[in-house]
């Protein structure tokens, strides 16, 4: 199916957000602007993008501890997720989340998770919340090649595939755990293999490539919309940065080899076939990427400007 | 009043709030046409079907992240851990999950999630099916925290378990399922956060926490009608959260104290009421004698009979509990 200039358009520019948004918080970061630490999903964007373009504003997504980019994939609001980030009181959690722990539920957003594969069986809940209430919304649970070795991994979809759920894991091998390479962590080489072992499909993608992650998604979304149940689809990618601001990413890993995926960035590549397609001019990007920039300042002047929380506040809300 | 087990009344409380609310449901091993590992959910599979009252896979992770999504999107589940030994298995979703969401995001959202499990010894299932973990969860902010006690509150608790918007974990004793007593007619909800004062007394106060209701109950009556000391029993049902008032007045009216509860004495929740009775505010001035615990003895719960009734509380651990305070 050929897809509309719109949804390309749709695709690049939220990707260019999140990276324009994660180059900020880098940023930001560095000049001690931001307290804590950030996880950043600069070279991913294109799976955050690719899985959310099929999701409908009432569908569900879990993230995880590196989830600006899902967030923004969904919809999430730059400015909030960037006063969040910055721990004042007009971010999305009034300041008590931060980071790793933005949600929207507004937009089915259910929350980043600081714990490696603790989405995963919040993802089958909400799976099967949809199943039960005889809606056709779909959850897309958003994890890593690390979480694959939790045993929350095995429990949820599992649990997903004998109750035939609305659950599509999509994996987000950036072959690294931390420090740990894919080769070290587990024996296999493709995470979507384990489908075979809950008898549910699973499928590899270019998690490079925004319309193989998009195609591969959309199949697994339209099944289970219908009540076909989940699906894995393993995206390759690889993350530019280190785990964290802070780790320079270079001590487990070849210059060479960053260097190789930097030539793969999923918004160069998408922008130039774009380009090379007639679908946008080079004037055109620069002025869509000159916008999205200005909008990410905004978002930092935005949460800049913000008040921090008054402490007492830190007592509030515990329960309704 | 009527005469129901333990057991019924539960099963009571689950099937009106599953009448009363569609998305009411049930799920957790061997809840479905099973009854139950204690047997005391028989019945409601087969009147609500395999939607409603769902067997799962032995996995506790996933049980409680199940419940904890369908929490967040619309429905009020139920979900059951059959010991609360097995907590330690679904730990990250108890601790970080659970209890987190809803002040991590700023209080965006309501989860009205119920998670019933069992406690206690006394049945030689040695040591990972008889401990009584419930301060582990109150040590952790953002759930609640239930100890029903008697027969009348393990439905009335229950009932505004589900109906809380909140998490509520609801620890039911596993050996008074099959015991008889008695709960009103009709229909009837226990709010959360209330203590009950089961008998008043001006000589000393027990604080006795689920099923040491009732031996603290049997224990106060015999020594009134023996002795004539007369116990008051504070039961405060709920310990997420605490009504530390009722225990404190009850405290500086009788100026002796005895805490049982089946958790393990060290950490305990019995060294929470007493942080509270002693505290500025509280009872410490009122006091005529030093505070005792009755409480599970600090190893692993042991099999064999004579070691098990050894390690666990006891009527006669608390009178002596009682004899000693009294007399300081």
């Known amino acids: 199916m050929e897809l509309s200039k719109e949804k390309k358009l749709w695709m690049l520019e939220r990707m260019l957000q999140i990276r324009r948004f994660e180059e900020q918080v880098y940023d930001c970061f560095l000049k001690n602007k931001i307290p804590g630490f950030a996880h950043l999903y600069i070279g991913e964007e294109a799976v955050a993008v690719g899985a959310c373009a099929n999701l409908r504003e009432d569908d569900f997504i879990t993230s995880t501890h590196r989830g600006h980019g899902h967030l923004l994939a969904k919809g999430a609001d730059p400015d909030r997720a960037m006063a969040e980030i910055f721990g004042r009181r007009t971010g999305y959690c009034l300041g008590r989340g931060g980071t790793m722990h933005i949600a929207d539920f507004s937009l089915g957003i259910l929350g980043a998770n600081g714990i490696v594969g603790g989405g995963l069986p919040i993802s089958v809940g909400a799976g099967w919340s949809a199943k039960y209430r005889g809606t056709d919304q779909v959850t897309v649970c958003f994890f890593g090649d690390g979480a694959s070795n939790q045993g929350a991994f095995h429990e949820s979809v599992n649990l997903a595939s004998v109750w035939n759920l609305p659950v599509i894991f999509v994996c987000e091998n950036n072959q690294f755990g931390i420090s740990v390479h894919q080769s070290r962590h587990q024996k296999i080489k493709d995470v979507a293999v384990r489908a075979k072992a809950y008898d549910i499909p699973g499928v590899i993608v270019d998690g490079m490539d925004v319309l193989a992650v998009y195609e591969a998604c959309r199949e697994a979304v339209e099944r289970a919309r219908q009540g076909g149940g989940p699906t894995i689809v393993e995206c390759k990618t690889y993350r530019f940065m280190g785990h964290h601001v802070g780790d320079p990413g270079t001590v487990y890993r070849d210059k060479e080899e960053v260097e190789a995926w930097k030539e793969k960035c999923p918004i160069k590549c998408f922008a130039d076939k774009l380009i090379a397609e007639g679908v946008m001019t080079a004037a055109e990007f620069e002025a869509l990427d000159k916008r999205v920039t200005e909008q990410m300042l905004a978002a930092v002047k935005f949460a800049e400007e913000s008040p921090w929380p008054e402490p007492e506040e830190a007592m509030e809300g515990l329960y309704v | ?328």
Not at chain 2, 283 to 306: H, K, M, N, Q, W
Request: hydrophobic share 40%; glycine share 10%.
């Open chain 2, 1 to 328: 009043m009527r005469e129901v087990t333990y057991g019924e009344a539960v099963r009571e409380a689950l099937a009106e709030e599953m009448r009363r609310d569609k998305m009411v449901a049930l799920i957790g091993e061997d809840v479905g046409p099973y009854g139950g590992n204690f047997g005391i959910l028989k019945g409601l599979w087969e009147e609500f079907g395999e939607e409603r009252v769902r067997d799962t896979p032995i996995s506790e992770v996933a049980i409680v992240g199940a419940g904890l999504g369908a929490a967040l999107t619309g429905m009020r589940p139920v979900v059951e851990i059959m010991f609360c030994d097995f907590m330690g298995v679904a730990g990250d979703q108890l601790l970080n999950q659970v209890a987190k969401i809803r002040y991590m995001f700023g209080g965006q959202v309501e989860v009205p999630l119920t998670i019933r499990t069992t406690l206690g010894g006394g049945r030689s299932s040695a040591a990972q099916h008889s401990q009584s973990l419930h301060a582990i969860i109150c040590h952790v902010p953002g759930i609640k925290v239930v100890v029903p006690g008697t027969h009348e509150d393990a439905k009335g608790l229950l009932k505004a378990a589900i109906r809380d918007n909140n998490p509520v974990m609801v620890f039911e004793h596993k050996m008074m399922y099959n015991k008889k007593g008695f709960i009103p007619e009709g229909e009837y909800v226990t709010p959360l956060g209330q203590a009950a004062v089961r008998r008043e007394g001006k000589d000393l106060t027990i604080v006795a926490i689920s099923s040491m209701v009732y031996e603290s109950m049997a224990l106060a009556e015999e020594l009134s009608a023996k002795e004539g000391i007369e116990i008051e029993v504070v039961d405060p049902r709920t310990l997420v959260p605490l009504d530390e008032e009722t225990i404190i007045n009850s405290v500086r009216k009788t100026g002796r104290l005895v805490v049982a509860d089946e958790g393990h004495e060290t950490c305990g929740f019995a060294a929470e009421i007493i942080r509270r009775v002693v505290k500025v505010g509280g009872a410490f001035d009122y006091l005529d004698a030093p505070i005792e615990v009755v409480g599970t003895r600090d190893v692993p719960l042991p099999f064999s009979p004579p070691l098990e009734n050894y390690v666990i509380p006891s009527k006669a651990r608390i009178e002596e509990a009682v004899r000693k305070v009294l007399g300081y």
